[in-house]
């Protein structure tokens, strides 16, 4: 009995039903581990790690954070690596060391005192407060030298906000305003010497007016000038006498690094917080992340301009893929009769969704930016192209957005036809038999019925915008934006090339001088990213299998 | 009564406007249906028509012809120079006269804009010149008829005066010059000035020597600038009457051609001071005789013209063992139907004019051996010359007409046989297919589009050999023999795993699983045995226990969840083999013997070795894009699989088939068409994924299958290229061209899919 069932177990194959059950299961885990991979060194980077010191047998000390254990790919041995910061005291500028095991003299202690530095340049420094020299504020409080030093850094930095906070308002406000004078100086420039050419009709009058203007333009210029010079002269004032507040710090082996109070964000002692000091601590650093602007070419601060530029470039796609997907989804589903048209439209369609990504880029290259926009930029502002300046004629956001929504047209198409598909027959049918036309029932009946399945599709195709780079690297993206692409005035900084947070991710990981400084950054923003797709894409998978359930019952 | 009246007519405007509405509405929503066959087409138009100048063909189109006023050319023409503004509004040219006088003419009304006199070196104010060398298209060699010989240099100069009026300015330097040639009575002479000022000066005598003179400058210990002159002749060694000479910009070599078809080459040394011996070379076995030697821009090329009309390019190639350097023919060119009288190499790319006794002047591009334009005139030509841009042309006959041409030759470096043939380039010992875009101003651009399709392909074939299995069999699974609750959570899971990005998967394969893929590499392999191995050991335990009660519930189609922990055992054994194979079979050091081959144990060591491993290889791509084109391979096959009318399967059940049996003999054969669309359309999005290549390989372009080095795709290599690519420039275009093969493959297959989804939905649609 046994016997044969098993030989059945065999001869019905049932072992093939396991192989194939293998298959998903090795998916499964592999999914899995990339959503914990990324989950762990994500979310793992803010939290503030505990600084140990390690003291050789040759009496040298190291003063670092832990970060993994390891054997030498040569020698065999145990080693571990420490995150020593310091890079500027460090003759090889390395934040990171390897250490053998062997050499260690006795276990990692865990110095209370230690300050872990977050600095403008340079990275991180690890090490001891020697000596506060804090002369340009006043009395500072603090029963530690942690907390004194952290009350003159917030001395130092409330100064420094109000004294050269508001000159460099001004003086962006003054490049600005240069900016738009040059233009001017070159519109004017452009027309007179269009009127010399004689391909503009102009009378000598014309010609004295442009060359006045011209000379108002250009002392405007001068004077713009003269007073960026003055603040900025002011600025260096302000600064070289903020730049005397000074902490001296030593580290584990005695050097001593003399670092002014300004180039500090912050200080924290991790090895003296306690739980909830390290929670704040972390909620902190994730507010700097989402609002800041990234130092230390992107490896540190925040990724603010990058976070607006992905939303700006979503919302500006919507303009066209929505309407654009809508109506061939309507057209489809509704009025196309089923020919050979509609067979076209389909294989067009499924075309459009298998044109690889940077193939779009190089279309929106060719197309957007050097035909449409450098048409544009010649209609708009021809002197500018006689200077050789271009402005709509290169990358900018707006023309990544159109490409990109050209790239999300198929996702919207797909979901708007299943949307309208969903919706039984009869409720057409009543709505045509009480008289309305076919768009009226669009209109009033099957449209609002299908919001949800048109939602999905334009959440799902948001989705997929804001993971795409490959087309956005040709179009218009870049690694640091000096603007965010937005503006009050024509073109309202659509113009702008921007930052985005899936190329962020490519360009500190790979090309970044320092990639192993870099890797917390990336996982962060990994994460970031990972979550903004997958937290669209699983609302868009709620919303339709709900709507898809609502119907089920209805048509019953 | 009047009200009803009214609220007749009201409800007769409504409907009116509403059945406007609809109509409208009707074509606009028609307008988006379209719209998007519109975009695809304009898609592919537009980059089709960036990439079609690269296969324009080249015209001249002749702008100016003249006769020279006997004032001008009071004596023979030796040489002519011509220089056209970018725009092509100002065609300016100059005559080089035997008495030494330079004219320069602007070509519209022949109006001489200026005059100068090259001097003799030595001061002989009569001296007449006998016969001048160009070189490039502003340097003449000359040789004058009291034994000297000097290298002047012409510019033309576009420049402006104070009031804004466009002029052309003209300067006439002596470079070099020596005040007597020994040895014989000179025939023609060759000078050039090296950068460091060293002046090779080589004569050919009518008595088939060669009068060489150096005036080497150097700089000696304290920094003082010594020359040191040194002369000789050669005669040694050459095996027939010299036709013609030729030397390098720098004058370290000098090429001679024989009346027999031989080419002699003797090189200097800096601290040369007697005659050098001679490299000789049969280059024509019947003993053609050669009638015009030239450098090709670069000084590597040698441009060979014969009197049967030939014109080829001869290179220095490393040949057989000996490793030693011998001269072969890489390039053949457009034949002249009349002896090749005078080749002019282009001084800004591999460009070559030949002139034939005939009059007419071939224009030919030596890598792509593209006949570019035949330009004939009326009366034979008896000088050409090309304008420094290289835009324009100028042509004198026997009459003492010039002409000048506008040339149009946009992209002569790509031919279709550069783009995807082996071609033989500058510094290479054979054909080759090879891309590389960037190098020195001398550098010849190499576009060979096969080494990145090659990439493309291989790339998509590691990812199809790890993503085809997994997704298949996973589709197999969750729509035959999974719960109904269990398929409704993992057909999201897929779509949520679908939406990762791709710059996402890219970041993780590149910078964590390479790292490790690099150590535990032998692991990755003996998981591939000991995954298989753990299952047939489940598998027999498996037949025991399923009798029990709690696994009948597992059969049920949570098979699955009890193989997770099969599969984790199983890399788990294989994690601990590695350290006792790579010990055993590969000496300890795996990465090593794929390098050098060396193994102590006998199942090893048949390897020969030459193989690099590359931390970002294949196996990393074919996991990360493997990754990406599962879901997208598992979904579409799912949906046909589960399409497959339950009918079908409850027959083949009901008739004593086995779930497997069904599942196979029944499902899957009628499911085929749908599997086949989904591997076509995951393999479509495999070909043309970006980002995931260009981080996880090393986007080196080279021809390789072995799957532990990377390569570069179409895909990536437009994004690594197009920053740096000038606008309407050949590499631009080139990559528009990759944009296109990406378009049409994706096309090909996209399209093909959907025809066979189609018929499937109608056949299934009966049911």
Redesign the interface.
Known sequence: M?RD??KG???????????????????????AI?LV??MV?GLGVFWPKSVAEATFNDGAVALGEFQKDSKN?ETGEEEFQFKTANRDLDPQMQDFHWYYRKNLKGEFRYPTDVIVMERMENGNFIGYIKEIKAVNVESIKGETDASRLRDAIAKTHARYESEVGTILDKTSGLADDLQNIRYAILKVKYDSEQIQLGKRSGVQAELDRLGAEMKKLVAEEERIKETSDELVKEQELYESALRKNSVIMADSAGRTKEIPLVDIVRIYQPNNMGYPAKVWHYISKVFELLTADPRESNTEGGLFPAIFGTIMLIFLMAFTSF??G???G???R???KDGV?V?????????????????????G???FV??VGGTLDSWIYPERVAAGVSTFGTGGIIWASMTLG?LT?PVV?VSVEEALGAIPMGVREGSLALG?????T?VRVLLPMASPGIMTGFI?AM??A?????PL??TGVVKLAPTLPIDWKFPFGFDRKFMHL??H??DI??QSPN?EAA?PM?YIT?LL??LI??A???VA?VLR?KMRKRYQIRSI | MAIDLKKSVSNKKTIRI??L??AL??Y??????????V??V??LL??VS?TLPLFESSTATPVEATKLADSVVKARPMGIGVSMSADGNFVTSYVLTADGEISVINMRDLRVIGESKVKCPGSHEDARILHATPYGQDQFSLLWDNGAASMIEVKLADKYDSAGNRYIAHDVYTRAGIEKVTGGSPVKSIIRKSEEGTVTCAVLLHNNKIFIKRIVREEDLLGDIIEKEVSFLLEKDIPGQVTSITMDEQGSFLFAGTDNGAIVRWAFEDDQESAPDAEVTTAFIDKRRITSLVMIFGDVSLAVGDEKGEVSTWLRVRSGDSGARKLRKIHSLKSHPDPVVDLIPSRRNKLLISLDRGGSAYIDYMTSERHLITVTNDRPLAMVSFSPRGNAMLGLDEKNNLIAWKLHMEHPEVSWKTLFAPVHYEGYDEPDYVWQTTGGEDFEAKFSLTPLLFGTFKGTLYAMLFSV??????A???SQ?TSYEFRRV?K??V???A??????????V???LAPIME?WIITFFSALIT?PGI?IIF?LC???L??ANWAKRI?RGY???A??P???IGVFVAYEVTPLLENMLFDGNFKQWLFDGKSSCWLTNWWSGGMRYDQRNSIIIS?GLG?AV?PII?SIAEDSLTNVPQALNAASLALGA????T??RVVLPSAIPGIFAAIM?GF??A?????IV??ATGNTPIIDLSPFNGMRTL?AN??VE??EAP?GGTLYRT??LC?VL??VL??F???L???VR?NLRKKYGRF
Do not use: C
């Open positions: 046994n069932a098993s177990f065999w001869r019905q194959g049932e072992p093939f039903v396991w192989a194939t059950g293998t298959a998903l299961s090795i998916t499964l885990i592999i999914m990339l991979v990324v060194n790919n309407p654009l809508v109506m061939a309507i057209y489809l509704e009025y196309a048209m067979r076209l439209v389909r294989i067009a369609v499924n075309n459009l969704a298998g044109i690889p990504s940077i193939v779009y880029g190089i279309f290259l060719g197309f050097y035909q050209l047209v198409i309305a036309t076919k768009f009226q669009l799902l989705a997929r804001a993971g795409e780079v490959a690297m040709i899936g190329f991710i490519y990981g790979f990639v890797k990336v990994t990213l990972l797709v997958l669209m894409t699983s998978i299998n | 509403a059945k509405w609809d509405a009707k606009i929503i028609t307008f988006g249906g379209i719209a998007v066959i975009s695809v304009l898609i537009l980059i960036v299995p997994l997704a298949l069999f996973g197999v699974y969750t023999f993992i999201p899971a779509e949520i795993m939406a990762v990005p791709s710059v996402v998967i890219g970041f993780l590149a910078l964590w150590r995954i299952f598998m498996w037949q025991r399923r009798h059969e098979e699955f969840m193989l997770v099969v599969v984790l996991f990754f599962i598992f086995s779930r497997w049996q599942v196979w359309i479509g999005r070909i043309g994924e970006t980002m260009l981080m895909s437009i994004a197009i920053p606008v990559l528009f944009a990406l378009f994706t096309f297959l996209n399209t899919a959907e025809v189609e």
